[in-house]
């Protein structure tokens, strides 16, 4: 039973969140002032370490003049599809396999495999055999995504209480329903735990392809940057990178407050 004069479950989150807010420009703000600091001690060129001025004027130009909305845009959609396509094909195969341990045993290998191999290293082998258009990138993305989404879908569907499977069966379930009422709520908690790490490695996995080669996107700003000794301007860029993927983190936080209500009315009550 509820107890007396405790907030529900809406007011929890409320305040959760207040409190991240302000942690997170707490934690900004002193990173700001670090950073100020340092160029005030040691006073370096701009183009080894502009100051955040510098940086915030850089911003403003590039932002007024379209170049930061175009090459963003970009890789912003890069990172939507190959995390929508990576953790889509992680879900499902993670699925089969959990029904299937002769599957698991024999994909495994195949998995481990894919995985000891760095990104850096075969994103250009992709870049070659696929162009540096953005089907490479989002398969980079994808890859990326892929193996963690995968491990996280397995764990959970395997975490799923077997005397619930048993009842399910007594109750003559179906596949359909028993994937519907009980594997997906039960599994999903560490479903989106993989899709928050997935979300941030996503956007490495673009960067990682747009470095290695392509001519739009927030990597390409940065090679821009970087041959020409705009220092600030590969900052924006970073920085911007840091922002979208705090982004797309936030929103899976977002989707899980509202997907896993019911675990924090269960705990209230």
Same mark, same amino acid.
Request: aromatic share 4%; hydrophobic share 50%; proline share 12%.
């Given at each position: 039973m509820k107890q007396q004069g405790m907030p529900t479950p809406k007011v929890q989150l409320q305040r959760l969140t207040s409190r991240r807010w302000v942690m997170g420009v707490l934690a900004l703000l002193f990173g700001l002032a670090l950073w100020q600091l340092v160029w005030m001690l040691l006073r370096l060129p701009a183009f080894i370490l502009p100051s955040p001025s510098m940086v915030w004027q850089k911003f403003l130009i590039t932002l007024s003049n379209g170049l930061l909305w175009r090459h963003l845009s970009y890789t912003l959609l890069e990172v939507i599809l190959g995390l929508m396509i990576g953790s889509s094909l992680a879900a499902l195969l993670g699925y089969f396999l959990s029904k299937s341990p002769w599957l698991e045993n024999f994909a495994? !290998?195949? $998995?481990? @495999? +894919? #995985? +000891?191999? !760095?990104?850096? @290293?075969? @994103? !250009? $082998? $992709?870049v070659i055999w696929f162009g540096p258009g953005m089907f490479s990138k989002v398969l980079i993305c994808s890859l990326t995504v892929f193996f963690p989404v995968l491990i996280n879908t397995l764990?959970?569907?395997? &975490?799923? !209480? #077997?005397? $619930?499977? &048993?009842?399910m069966r007594s109750l003559r379930a179906t596949p359909a329903q028993t994937l519907r009422y009980l594997e997906l709520p039960a599994s999903l908690p560490v479903f989106l735990g993989g899709l928050r790490v997935g979300a941030t490695l996503s956007v490495i996995g673009a960067i990682v392809g747009e470095l290695v080669g392509s001519d739009r996107g927030l990597g390409f700003l940065i090679n821009v940057g970087r041959g020409q000794y705009d220092t600030a301007l590969v900052f924006v860029a970073v920085i911007t990178l840091m922002a979208l993927a705090a982004a797309l983190y936030g929103l899976i936080l977002l989707l899980e407050s509202r997907l896993l209500s019911w675990q924090t009315w269960r705990k209230t009550n």
């Open positions: 495994s !290998p195949y $998995l481990v @495999a +894919s #995985q +000891s191999v !760095p990104v850096v @290293a075969i @994103a !250009p $082998l $992709l764990v959970g569907l395997r &975490e799923v !209480p #077997q005397d $619930l499977r &048993e009842l």
